[in-house]
């Protein structure tokens, strides 16, 4: 049994074969944390709590000087009753008092993993996973907390969530529903991160956390694109390969909070949950709220273990069933080749030079409906320009099958123009707030998610789309954020139940869209990466990654996202050069493996290129068609991270090969001699080098590593190419 309960201990275990995490409850009425890290195999309490009578403690129980809630080490805060850490809840009651009680009252342990009602969540059988339920009360106001565990079977992974229940005889407010609190014994970590900007997204930042509170947040609406709702706890000396880390990821795509106290003893407090400002939840009597979920995985072996774990289970337990072994398309993506300039002569000319380079999927991008010549209005009217498509998406979409290819089409469904017809129609449908001016961004606005009517019109348009039985894949796009968030349906106290409602419509939408439509593939997009998170890969397999195409700027932003995702869900795309945002030349070459450590499309207009470039695209298409099962599916290493000549390092390894890719960045004097070292190669097995002929032990490869030449180049590749024999 991976999750027992020690009756002589009072305390819970969580125990697979790699990872133990460990509650105990004290007094028969507080849960602590004992610890989370590598396998124990037995517990007898040997880190015996601190308990000495301090300066300005509290005591619950008076006579008991040395107890307070104050200076042990909790599995959730309390509230106003003695905890004068950060809080990860409050509860608001009629008579606006916010002091509550919660004391330990009984656990349930349960076979697999249960889904979270209208949110999504990491999936797991009976054979996976055990849960274990932990229930506390406040019994003066009857509200119950439930704290959910889940041990995943063959990862150091548990996820962790609240239920929040109101079994009591009036209205509460949630004022603040935290998923995840806990503190950690120890205050020798570094706080790392993955934070940016639109096109320049999960850049690292690692910093020694310091006295106080260290957080990350966002009340965007999404989870966007300045910060990943992720963080870590890791230990001073920990690198990509070796030493401990702790890190937390948040299934929501909408507004977080995730932060870190360092207190006054030596405790290191993290929490997680949805963003407390501009929420309030109202808990009527016998109902629920159920927290999104966090997820926490604990490595031993650096970053890279770190992010094998994360690859594997959200490849394995995180996206939809149908996609787990699906190969991926290699698609063409039209926008950065025409914009808004479409023409179904164009476009079908485009089609055709795609098909005869070994293209898959044929995505029509941004301009193709209502009168969207620009990106200042149509958004809402989702039916087809026939002045640029006389046939329809219907037709193209036929001619594209024609051709041997899948067809995809772009929405941005969360959005309407206030140059649209939706817009006339519907002015109560976009958030707002009465007597205040409509923000633009993008000259467009949002639509309110978080009514039912303004759901079911997108799950019908979309489905009207989808029913043709054209469309195989859908990028959904998202390019604003939120403001006036508001609307004239909901009463007064729900108006703050406004953001995570909307989270909520997203959600039961994308149910229902891709329950109804298993088998298109719906590509998250929000300006790229703007809300790249668990929430959204649960419902869409793969994101655009960022705006930014560039391969010098992707070798940053590709190796901060794959810390949590694998290649396989990293849209990557060869766009031409001069790059359309940062204006850089790069060789096609290197953009094309820059495409290739993701999931592989180009994004260009095949008319521009030379006919020896055009060889080289169809080249690059039928190597990843050969090596599809390496990149999509094999494993991924991050070998160097990028330097100050932005030089960077990884491999993609499998039972039948090996790659790994060297990104120059740019060229230097005095360079120094470099040897790679592949780390993760079978140390058992031997080698061969497909460009040399030569065989090497993968102990060798993995420790003497290979001499990186001397390339008097910017933006050069050096690709390393091995058959395991
Ligand atoms: C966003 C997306 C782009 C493209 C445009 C179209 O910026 O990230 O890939 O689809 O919208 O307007």
Same mark, same amino acid.
């Given at each position: ?48 709590l601190q308990m000495v009578d301090r300066g300005f403690a509290t005591n619950p129980f008076p006579e008991e000087r040395t107890f307070s809630?104050n200076a042990l ?105 935290? +998923?995840?609190?806990?503190?950690? $014994?120890?205050?020798?970590?570094? =706080? %790392?991160? #993955?934070?940016?900007?639109? &096109?320049? *997204? ?15 947040? +966002?009340?965007?609406?999404?989870? $966007?694109?300045?910060?990943?709702? =992720? %963080?870590? #706890?890791?230990?001073?000396? &920990?690198? *990509? ?24 003893y ?460």
């Amino acid at each position: 049994m991976p999750i027992q309960f020690d009756p002589i201990q009072q305390c819970f275990h969580l125990r697979n074969q790699t990872m133990s995490y460990i509650i105990g409850i004290e007094k028969e009425a507080y849960l602590t944390h004992r610890y989370w890290g590598e396998k124990l195999p037995t517990y007898h309490g040997s880190n015996a709590l601190q308990m000495v009578d301090r300066g300005f403690a509290t005591n619950p129980f008076p006579e008991e000087r040395t107890f307070s809630l104050n200076a042990l080490p909790l599995e959730t805060s309390t509230q106003g009753n003695g905890d004068h850490r950060v809080a990860n809840y409050q509860i608001r009651n009629s008579k606006n008092h916010t002091v509550t009680n919660f004391l330990y009252d009984s656990y349930q342990i349960k076979k697999g993993k249960e889904a979270i009602p209208g949110l999504p969540s990491l999936r797991a059988t009976t054979d996976d996973a055990e849960t274990l339920e932990i229930v506390l009360k406040d019994t003066i106001q009857q509200l119950e907390m439930r704290l959910i565990y889940t041990l995943f079977e063959n990862y150091p992974m548990i996820t962790r969530r609240v239920v929040y229940t109101n079994n009591g005889s009036q209205t509460v407010a949630l004022e603040n529903a935290g +998923s995840m609190l806990l503190d950690l $014994s120890d205050c020798e970590f570094d =706080f %790392l991160t #993955l934070d940016g900007s639109h &096109t320049n *997204e999960a850049n690292l930042n690692r910093q020694k956390i310091r006295p106080g509170i260290q957080k990350i947040e +966002s009340t965007r609406g999404t989870s $966007s694109p300045q910060h990943q709702p =992720f %963080l870590a #706890l890791v230990e001073p000396t &920990t690198s *990509e390969f070796q030493g401990s880390v702790y890190a937390f990821h948040f299934v929501y795509s909408g507004n977080f909070i995730a932060q870190v106290e360092l207190e006054q003893y030596g405790t290191t407090r993290v929490q997680m949950g949805i963003h407390p400002d501009h929420f309030e939840w109202q808990l009527a009597p016998n109902t629920h709220f159920y927290t999104p979920e966090v997820v926490l995985n604990y490595s031993n072996a650096g970053f890279n273990g770190l992010s094998q774990t994360f690859h594997q289970v959200y490849q394995q337990h995180l996206i939809a069933p149908t996609w787990q072994k699906e190969a991926r398309p290699i698609l063409l993506n039209t926008w950065e080749g025409n914009y808004f300039d479409l023409s179904e002569e164009k476009l079908i000319a485009q089609a055709k030079k795609a098909a005869s380079l070994g293209i898959e999927l044929f995505v029509l991008d941004d301009g193709w409906f209502g009168k969207r010549n620009h990106d200042d209005s149509s958004l809402g009217d989702w039916f087809v320009n026939q002045e640029k498509l006389p046939h329809g998406i219907e037709g193209l979409a036929k001619e594209v099958h024609r051709l041997g290819m899948k067809f995809g089409l772009w929405f941005e469904p969360e959005m309407v123009s206030k140059q649209s017809d939706l817009f006339k129609a519907h002015p109560d449908w976009a958030l707002q707030v009465p007597n205040y001016p409509l923000t633009e961004g993008r000259r467009q606005l949002v639509l309110d998610l978080s009514q039912p009517a303004v759901q079911d019109y997108l799950i019908a348009v979309l489905g009207d789309h989808l029913a043709t039985g054209q469309i195989d894949y859908i990028k959904w796009d998202m390019n604003r954020h939120l403001t006036e968030v508001g609307n004239l349906f909901f009463n007064t106290p729900q108006q703050k139940e406004i953001s995570h409602r909307y989270v909520l419509g997203l959600y039961r939408i994308l149910e229902t869209l891709t329950t109804q439509y298993p088998h298109c593939l719906f590509e998250n997009c929000s300006s790229g990466g703007g809300r790249f998170d668990p929430g959204m890969m649960y419902y869409m397999p793969q994101t655009w990654t960022s705006d930014n195409s560039d391969a010098l700027c992707r070798s940053v932003i590709q190796y901060g996202y794959s810390y949590l995702y694998p290649p396989i869900m990293m849209g990557a795309h060869v766009s031409s050069a001069p790059n359309h945002q940062v204006g850089r030349l790069t060789p096609l070459e290197t953009r094309g493996w820059m495409a290739m450590s993701g999931n592989f499309g180009y994004e260009l207009d095949f008319e521009t290129l030379s006919p020896e470039e055009l060889a080289e695209v169809q080249q690059q298409i039928a190597f990843y068609q050969k090596h599809r099962q390496l990149f999509q599916f094999g494993q991924f290493y991050r070998l160097q991270a990028p330097d100050a000549y932005f030089a960077s390092a990884w491999l993609f390894t499998n039972e039948e090969e090996a790659i790994a890719i060297y990104f120059n960045g740019l060229s230097r004097p005095a360079m120094p001699t470099k040897y790679l070292k592949m780390r993760y190669l079978d140390p058992a097995a031997t080698y061969l080098d497909l460009a040399t002929n030569e065989a090497f032990s993968g102990a060798e490869l993995n420790q003497a590593g290979v001499l990186i030449p001397r390339v008097k180049r910017d933006f050069h590749t050096q690709v390393f190419h091995w058959k395991k024999q």
